[in-house]
């Protein structure tokens, strides 16, 4: 089966043009079908005597899967033509792009490849401003590509458009039949349209002239080529089909598409004569698979939309209901992460209640995507007012975004008719707003907006603050936490992000003061956005990991608080204790050879050196996300920077480690043991953990025996 696609500006006359194009090559025994694309589904009128046929989104929006048939959406039209309208949103709403995609997804769910077909004709709106309408240019459709103007600008404009897009889905093929020439009457238009098509290097394969008979022919809904098969116009739409039917067997010249570039339209534009071009070359030399085959080498994948990282945020407000308003798969993905994390901490004693499950989505399915979600995110908003929820944080996936949902809009209108409720929109619209950072920072800022600075101070209470709580992920790390805090007399006030309300965070300024719970990027962005809107200074270091920090730590908290005794009673304890797990774990460590990679901050250099091991290497790997800053690091010069996986082969190879540490999977392929790097607690007792757990790493066998043995 033989593809075309014609492509024509919105009221050029390419609807006419296909249907009379179909009727001529059906006459000369093709077998044909025609899909029109314009969301106004009048492509295919002319050929089923003026009547219009249900589309195939309507009827995919209307008709459940199961009960679908092909003949719902195909007729048979004039000379045996099947017929097929696309259909589309209103003007102004959904995204008619998307839905042309959907068309050729349902008609070849329901057997359309499998019809008696030789030659099929797609009819499609030439104005070309997003992917969607380019669908029908790409290879899998589109054998050849024929463009219907006239001699007006935006016509011509248009057409240049369509070959932009058709370069952007080069095949390695050229597909370019020629250019049709729909007179409308404009000054100097056939001279207009020569210069054009000379330009971009493609033929006029047909002029037609203007003529009453095809506005008879419309009022009669049949083609020109039907009524009057012996005129002049019949003869040169007759030649247009042959153009096609040469094509379809192979003997005709297709051409790359040379669109015009922007100096050479202004010269179109002011009816000069257009300037040679920049002589970029359209076509590209490799073949279809090679051609289009992108690399992803040296480039970082986004770790997760802005979507999931507003939705991880606001979850953390236990009185808020956070509705996604996007398709299912979104919250799946998301709730599956955050939930099952949730109920980890919880399992692990991390949280003091169990997690709450505070997510919704308005479930978006294709056809919403393509006649907008307005409603539905309405419908969604009513729904969780009436289950009582009168705080709500609306967080945009791609797909509305995409379509342009006035989301806005939906929530002035819901929070009109419920002046009680409390409705937020974060419209991070996937990552159309970035990563998971972004959406995280977007959405701290909608909290900080919660804080009340007018809350006075209270002695004793302090607030901690991070973008992560997985340092103190257990009831072991957090009892510790409260046991360091209970020596000054503090305890926490508000967990800003995690396990909190808006209340708690409203009440923020109560504490007295604000502890970073790590030192990372993110945790200062968010510190940086409290302090903007509360004019709060934190406490300048962040919860101590390690003997040194802890030591730090303690003097300094001591010195602000005036309980310098308590801080250093309380170091003679600490290094007391540490001094003694030293001396009772060394013995495995002592010379040990040591491989570092991607080093999270300095506590597990300082505990392998307390330990007597020896790092030959910590590398630091090019390209991964890295969560501290080297340069402030106490071993920055001992870290090899760029290090890479043939360094690391080198390196097993020269040094034959006893031991390498990296949070990332390497295949050692049984050279070597290997642990992994984790979250890391609090004070000495993390720390104290994670030695132990090397430890039981180090009684492994050095190398792998037991696949030989078993053999
Ligand atoms: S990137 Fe878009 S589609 Fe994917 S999970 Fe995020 S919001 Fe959903």
Redesign the pocket.
């Known amino acids: 089966m033989f593809q075309v696609a014609i492509y024509g500006k919105g009221g050029i006359g390419k609807s006419t043009m296909a249907a009379n194009i179909s009727y001529s090559l059906a006459s000369r025994g093709r077998k044909v079908m025609q899909i029109g694309c314009d969301p106004k589904h009048d492509s295919t009128r002319q050929l089923l005597g003026g009547r219009a046929q249900t589309t195939v989104l309507d009827y995919a929006r209307s008709v459940p899967v199961l009960k679908r048939k092909l003949e719902d959406v195909t007729e048979t039209g004039a000379g045996g033509v099947i017929c097929a309208e696309a259909g589309g949103p209103e003007p102004g709403i959904g995204c008619a792009g998307r839905g042309i995609l959907t068309t050729f997804d349902t008609l070849k769910k329901l057997g359309a490849d499998s019809l008696d077909v030789d030659i099929k004709i797609y009819d499609v709106l030439g104005d070309v401003v997003c992917g969607g309408f380019a669908v029908p240019l790409r290879g899998e459709y589109a054998d050849a590509v024929v463009l219907v103007t006239s001699g007006e600008f935006m016509s011509m404009y248009a057409a240049n458009n369509i070959m932009k897009g058709l370069s952007n889905f080069d095949t390695g093929k050229p597909r370019l039949l020629g250019m049709i020439l729909n007179c409308r009457g404009v000054e100097n238009e056939i001279e207009s349209v020569g210069k054009f098509a000379d330009a971009a290097g493609v033929p006029i394969i047909a002029v037609i002239p203007r003529d009453y008979s095809f506005r008879e022919a419309e009022a009669k809904g049949a083609t020109v080529r039907e009524l009057f098969g012996d005129s002049d116009i019949s003869a040169r739409i007759d030649s247009i089909a042959d153009a096609i039917s040469s094509a379809a067997d192979g003997r005709a010249e297709l051409r790359y598409p040379h669109p015009l570039d922007d100096l050479q339209l202004s010269d179109l534009a002011a009816g000069r004569d257009i300037r040679p071009g920049s002589g970029v070359p359209q076509q590209r030399s490799a073949c279809s698979g090679c051609g289009r085959r992108t690399s992803i080498k040296g480039t970082r994948i986004m770790s997760?939309?802005a979507?999931?990282g507003a939705v991880a945020a606001l979850t953390k407000l236990t009185d808020y209901e956070v509705l996604i308003h996007?398709?299912r798969?979104?919250m799946y993905?998301?709730d599956m992460s955050r939930g099952s994390i949730s109920m980890k901490l919880h399992s692990k004693g991390a949280y003091e209640t169990l997690p709450v499950h505070n997510l919704r989505c308005t479930m978006m399915d294709d056809s919403v995507s393509i006649f907008g979600g307005v409603r539905l995110l309405e419908e969604s908003l009513e729904e969780t007012i009436s289950d009582g929820c009168m705080k709500i944080a609306v967080v945009t996936?791609?797909?509305p975004g995409i379509i342009g949902d006035d989301c806005a809009g939906v929530i002035e209108k819901v929070s009109s008719r419920h002046p009680g409720a409390v409705i937020a929109c974060i419209q991070t619209d996937?990552?159309v707003a970035g990563s998971y950072d972004e959406g995280m920072a977007m959405a701290s800022e909608f909290i900080c907006g919660l804080m009340d600075p007018s809350v006075r101070p209270e002695k004793g209470l302090v607030n901690l603050v991070s973008y992560s709580f997985f340092n103190i992920e257990s009831s072991r790390y957090r009892g510790e936490l409260g046991r360091i805090l209970s020596l000054f007399g503090l305890s926490v006030n508000c967990r800003f992000m995690d396990e909190t309300t808006s209340g708690r965070v409203r009440d923020f300024c109560r504490a007295s003061m604000d502890l970073p719970v790590s030192g990372d990027r993110m945790t200062a962005e968010m510190i940086a956005v409290i302090t903007e809107r509360t004019g709060r200074k934190p406490f300048p270091l962040p919860l101590p990991v390690g003997m040194r920090q802890y030591a730090e730590w303690l003097r300094l908290m001591g010195e602000t608080l005036g309980m310098e005794e308590a801080a250093e009673s309380e170091l003679r304890r600490a290094e007391e204790e540490y001094g003694e797990f030293l001396a009772k774990h060394k013995r495995r460590f002592e010379g040990k050879k040591v491989i570092m990679l991607n080093r999270r901050g300095d506590w597990l250099a300082e505990l392998l050196d307390d330990l007597g091991a020896d790092i030959v290497r910590m590398g630091m790997m090019s390209g991964l996300p890295r969560t501290y800053s080297t340069a402030s690091s106490r071993m920055s010069g001992r870290v090899t920077e760029d290090y890479s996986w043939e360094m690391l082969a080198a390196d097993l190879k020269e040094f034959d480690p006893d031991l390498l540490i990296a949070d990332l999977p390497y295949p050692v392929a049984g050279k070597c043991r290997v642990a992994r790097t984790r979250k890391v607690g609090i004070g000495t007792v993390g720390p104290m953990d994670y030695a132990v757990y090397l430890e039981n790493v180090m009684r492994l066998p050095a190398k792998e025996g037991w696949k030989e043995a078993a053999r």
Do not use: Q, T
């Open positions: 997760s939309c979507a999931f996007g398709p798969s979104c993905l998301m996936a791609c797909m996937g990552d």
